[in-house]
């Protein structure tokens, strides 16, 4: 019963390197979701996919890229890290727009960039 | 205008309190109306979870839609220290928002 695994749990990073968050769902789920979350605040949806090929921007996308070749995978990739995305970063999946709405998430990864 | 409007409290209630949280939304696009509970540390757990206006009920928890006045709300009747955490309304269609999210705390 893995659900949505998230690596890596904890990264540190320096400003200016890049670096891809994996995200993996083995429930066959049609829509996975990255979102951030800063301290003691909501969860910003940063990219979101409805299906293998296909990704959507969220509501705060700038400086990530996504791809979705796959429907167990959805990588979140930074590229040039910047202090502004220490966050911690949670990916989920659902099958959204079915019966069972929930969306499960994965247990996070706590980015801090210096 | 932000798609989802939730008070970030917090809100401080004595234990066997009825809790009441909000949240406004302006899209009508949005088909599923969700309420999460979030521990400190952790990720988001589904709590509650509706698609048409109206009330519903699970225990100590109500969760209630107005499409008409796009507000969703969720009650907590005889509150426990227990449920301590963040709630986080959550919208669904195609995409998935949440609210900023209350923290609360019931003392006892």
């Known amino acids: 019963n893995a659900g949505v695994t998230q690596t890596p749990k904890f990264r540190i990073l320096k400003i200016g390197q890049s670096m891809t968050l994996q995200c993996a769902q083995d429930m066959n789920h049609n829509y996975m979701y990255w979102y951030r979350q800063d301290p003691g605040m909501g969860l910003k949806l940063i990219y979101y996919s409805v299906g293998a090929g296909i990704t959507d921007k969220g509501e705060v996308p700038n400086g990530y890229n996504v791809s979705r070749s796959t429907t167990e995978d959805f990588p979140l990739r930074l590229e040039l890290a910047a202090p502004s995305q220490t966050s911690v970063y949670f990916c989920?999946?659902?099958?959204?727009?079915?019966?069972?709405?929930?969306?499960?998430f994965g247990q996070g990864t706590r980015l801090t960039v210096v | 205008q932000k798609e989802v409007e939730q008070d970030p409290g917090p809100l401080s209630v004595p234990e066997g309190a009825i809790v009441s949280l909000n949240c406004t939304y302006s899209?009508?696009?949005?088909?599923?109306f969700m309420w999460y509970r979030q521990y400190s540390r952790k990720g988001p757990e589904l709590l509650m979870y509706?698609?048409?206006?109206g009330n519903k009920e699970d225990g100590r928890f109500t969760a209630q839609v107005d499409k008409s006045s796009k507000y969703i709300s969720l009650f907590i009747r005889d509150s426990q220290p227990s449920d301590s955490a963040t709630y986080l309304c959550a919208l669904g269609g195609d995409k998935l928002i949440f609210g900023t999210g209350t923290r609360l705390q019931v003392f006892p």
């Open positions: 899209n009508s696009a949005f088909q599923y």
């Open positions: 509706t698609y048409s206006s």
């Open positions: 989920a999946s659902s099958s959204l727009g079915h019966e069972n709405t929930e969306a499960f």
